[in-house]
């Protein structure tokens, strides 16, 4: 979709569906919607003293504009209450906005910044929330529907953004490219999520990683199986034994700031996981296509921070491989080592997600990245804990999270902190090894997290459990029925504030 930013009257813009939003308490209209309702001979005055209330929260209501301005249709956008407008209240709403508009085949569309003034008042802010509203809510994942009629109708061709003065256009233009980035981004993870294991197998993972490095200017790395294995990623590598699938340790690097240090990015890459021979019940295994989220999201958020360029380095590494029985599976109460020299006992090889990250830490450790954040679908504790509301965070470091939050907060995304207290440590200690790989029941994600607090000794490390967050039943707001795409702006947002 075509983002245009300009400024002057709304009414005069020369496209074909204009929108304009009112809170539930519109008595009066004044500016741009006051304007565009003259031209339009009082026609959204009367809609408003109809009793249809156009403001209430959710709302998309058309006006045929009889020729009277060059676009075709308005649409009233209503925004509810004024006092509950925020900048993420407006970021779902305007997704819903821009659903409701494909329904309508609205084509090209023109939304005042005006409109979003209630929420923020800062020109660049709405430009971003405003595109990526669009971007992602218009989201789509049905390449694989052969029938048209299975594919839902409409478009909306263009976003046209008014502002008032030019001054305020340049901002909102700024707004608007990186809002596009940020969505594209997202949009990006989702498909890698979204597809078919049999269509996204780690090699396949690792040649979209490649082709986005290509387009973007990033360093590419794979690490094949052999390579891991002079390096000694046996925990990582114990994950694949069971599949025919080769296992790919993807690197990708940019490089934008001065010497060695670099912010690590780690994401949980398994592109379908079974359970192994701690074999999962069938119901909703398909589901586990998106046990890749993690390695999605930090793939997604490293394309956009090559395209936005920022002062600082970042690696984002994405160990990808099936979770598959057979003969050749590991077993539980098998023994592996990790790059780093600990020993771990597997208890259930459907705790599969920490055993890979196990060796990507230690292998970012190596790299001297610093600080760490991984990204898993890591526990369904997790998401018993928090349902789908908030990710469950876990970090080492206060500042670290704080500037976590501060990113999430940018992104629309909620956190929650979890504890790391050293009592949990009792539940994963082995009998035959260092570690073992899951604590039992109680304190799951806890467990979880303090098994890879092992790996991230005292680097600063955070660690996101988004098993919660994976993906929506429905739409709603930003999200779209299937992968959610979670973590990944959130991701790029604390790479660019660091860079500041």
Not at 302 to 325: D, F, H, K, Y
Not at 431 to 444: E, L, P, W
């Amino acid at each position: 979709m075509e983002i245009n930013v300009t400024s002057g009257d709304l009414a005069d813009q020369h496209v074909d569906t204009i929108v304009v939003a009112l809170p539930e308490e519109t008595r009066r209209l004044g500016g741009a919607v006051g304007a565009l309702d003259q031209a339009l001979d009082g026609a959204i005055s009367a809609l408003l003293r109809s009793g249809v209330a156009p403001g209430r929260a959710n709302e998309a209501t058309p006006i045929a504009t009889g020729g009277r301005i060059p676009a075709a249709r308005v649409v009233v956008q209503g925004l509810g209450k004024r006092a509950q407008l925020s900048p993420d209240r407006l970021r779902n709403q305007t997704a819903g906005l821009a659903r409701a508009l494909r329904s309508l085949d609205a084509g090209s569309v023109a939304i005042s910044t005006q409109n979003s003034a209630r929420a923020t008042s800062d020109a660049e802010e709405a430009g971003r929330i405003l595109a990526e509203a669009f971007e992602l809510g218009l989201y789509r994942f049905d390449q694989h529907r052969t029938r048209a009629q299975d594919k839902p109708r409409g478009s909306v061709t263009a976003l046209t953004i008014v502002e008032t003065s030019a001054r305020r256009a340049r901002a909102a233009a700024q707004g608007a490219e990186r809002g596009a980035i940020l969505a594209e981004a997202q949009n990006f993870t989702r498909d890698l999520a979204n597809a078919p294991a049999n269509l996204m197998t780690p090699s396949d993972v690792a040649e979209r990683a490649q082709a986005r490095a290509d387009e973007v200017g990033l360093e590419c790395e794979v690490i094949e199986r052999a390579a891991a294995e002079r390096m000694g990623m046996n925990s990582y590598l114990s994950v694949a034994q069971g599949s025919q699938q080769p296992p790919k340790f993807i690197v990708l690097r940019y490089r934008g700031g001065r010497g060695r240090r670099s912010v690590g990015l780690v994401g949980k890459g398994i592109t379908f996981d079974t359970g192994g021979i701690s074999l999962k019940p069938p119901a909703n295994m398909e589901r586990m296509k998106g046990d890749m989220s993690g390695a999605a999201a930090v793939i997604g958020a490293i394309g956009a921070i090559a395209r936005l360029e920022p002062a600082v380095n970042v690696t984002a590494l994405a160990p990808c491989t099936e979770n598959m029985p057979s003969g050749t599976a590991t077993k539980p109460g098998d023994v592996f080592y990790a790059m780093d020299g600990q020993s771990i006992e597997v208890i259930n090889t459907d705790a599969e997600g920490r055993l890979v990250l196990a060796d990507a830490l230690a292998y970012a450790k190596s790299q001297g990245c610093t600080p760490l954040v991984d990204v898993a679908t890591l526990t369904g504790a997790m998401a018993i804990a928090l349902g789908n509301v908030r990710v469950g965070v876990f970090a080492n470091n206060d500042r670290l999270y704080a500037d976590l939050e501060r990113a999430a907060a940018a992104s629309g995304e909620r956190l929650w902190r979890f504890p790391l207290d050293d009592e949990y440590d009792e539940q994963i200690r082995s009998d035959v090894a260092d570690i073992k790989n899951t604590g039992g029941r109680g304190a799951g994600s806890i467990t979880a997290a303090k098994f890879l607090h092992r790996f991230a000794g005292d680097t600063p490390w955070a660690h996101f459990d988004i098993a919660g967050v994976m993906d929506a039943d429905r739409d709603r707001g930003v999200l779209v029925k299937g992968n959610a795409g979670a973590a990944t702006r959130t991701l790029v947002h604390y790479v660019l504030n660091r860079a500041r």
